[in-house]
């Protein structure tokens, strides 16, 4: 058995040469159970050596240059395309690995043959007690589009008192760190690359548990995302690139009765947070919900195509996903006061 680690990279010394010494590690915990595990760094034109300070460093690494910057969607598919193998993992290059990582992730996708994605446990590289923002145990979502995570909902992270450390079906795996199985790709299709970044992986999700697949947490297997290496979390354009980016992904994968509803009940909800933020002195906020709202609507005739295609693909209705979609509202369960996710969603039966 091969899995392919796939890193897309564009800028920092240090933080990739730590994730490769984790992953040299792993490499040989592997290698114990007759599992091979090739590297390849997605170099996404990088300008300041650390591609070239990484192979010196470890030489055991392929890498594979791209011309531009193609952001998280498109470096990982240019390595899905390139890599060998039937599985791929999708790996940040801001964590560090605990020791097993990967077998925990193996050991729950190998559970049933309908399993298409696994995610690790991630906790914060700076408070290594706590879930990270970026995918917590396990992603889910509300029935309006909005994503939050097993430990975390809006900004506030639960501590991590492994009240999530039973392997669970989850809505969605973090692009931080999720193993793939290749046979799923193949079937539904890669990152939508026009995303860049942001929220890819939650609309990849989608369309494996519409097409049958499911997705699942391994929260014995834990990393640590020391997040926003790339693009700080308050910078414009990540808010810009989530709220446009969680719109297509509603367009695309919604069941069409839902549809109208949901994207009326949207227009209310993201601009109403827009203006609340503004109010509170961060109008970086309205101006990013204003922008991605105008080019969602620009870009509706091309999305509109793709939501075409997965329609006719699928093979699961929205309404058998309520065990991974919260039927309420996350934002509203957050004003009401509730900050831990084990108040809004049943504990996980014993299968996967």
Request: proline share 3%; glycine share 10%.
């Amino acid at each position: 058995m091969l899995i392919t680690a796939i890193i897309p990279h564009l800028r920092g010394h240090e933080i990739l040469l730590d994730v490769l010494t984790d992953l040299a590690f792993e490499r040989k915990l592997l290698l114990e159970r007759g599992i091979g595990l090739k590297v390849l760094v997605i170099d996404n034109a990088s300008s300041d050596g650390s591609v070239q300070a990484a192979e010196k460093a470890h030489p055991w690494i392929h890498v594979l240059r791209l011309t531009r910057n193609r952001g998280y969607a498109g470096g990982c598919n240019r390595g899905i395309q390139a890599s060998t193998g039937d599985w791929v993992w999708l790996l940040n290059d801001d964590v560090r690995l605990e020791p097993g990582v990967v077998e925990s992730m193996l050991d729950v996708a190998l559970a049933s043959e309908k399993i298409a994605a696994v995610q690790p446990k991630i906790l914060s590289f700076h408070d290594k007690k706590r879930f990270d923002y970026a995918g917590g145990a396990g992603g889910l979502m509300d029935r309006f589009g909005y994503p939050f995570a097993l430990g975390r909902i809006g900004g506030d992270m639960e501590l991590d008192k492994g009240q999530y450390d039973q392997p669970r079906e989850i809505f969605w795996a973090s692009g931080t760190s999720c193993l793939w199985r290749r046979k799923t790709l193949k079937e539904i299709g890669l990152l939508d690359e026009d995303f860049f970044a942001h929220q890819e992986e939650i609309d990849l999700s989608w369309r494996a548990w519409l097409m049958g697949w499911k997705i699942a947490s391994a929260p014995n297997g834990v990393i640590f995302h020391m997040g926003g290496a790339t693009l700080s979390y308050q910078a414009w354009r990540k808010m810009y690139l989530n709220h446009r980016n969680s719109l297509i992904t509603i367009l695309k994968n919604m069941d069409g009765l839902e549809l109208p509803g949901i994207l009326f009940a949207r227009v209310i909800l993201d601009h109403g947070i827009g203006v609340v933020e503004a109010l509170g002195g961060r109008p970086g906020r309205l101006t990013a919900v204003l922008a991605a709202w105008r080019d969602f609507i620009l870009a509706i005739p091309r999305d509109w195509r793709k939501r075409r295609q997965i329609q006719r693909l699928r093979r699961v209705r929205g309404r058998e996903l309520g065990h991974v979609i919260y039927p309420g509202s996350i934002l509203l369960a957050y004003i009401r006061g509730v900050r831990k996710v084990a108040q809004l969603v049943a504990k996980p039966t014993t299968e996967t």
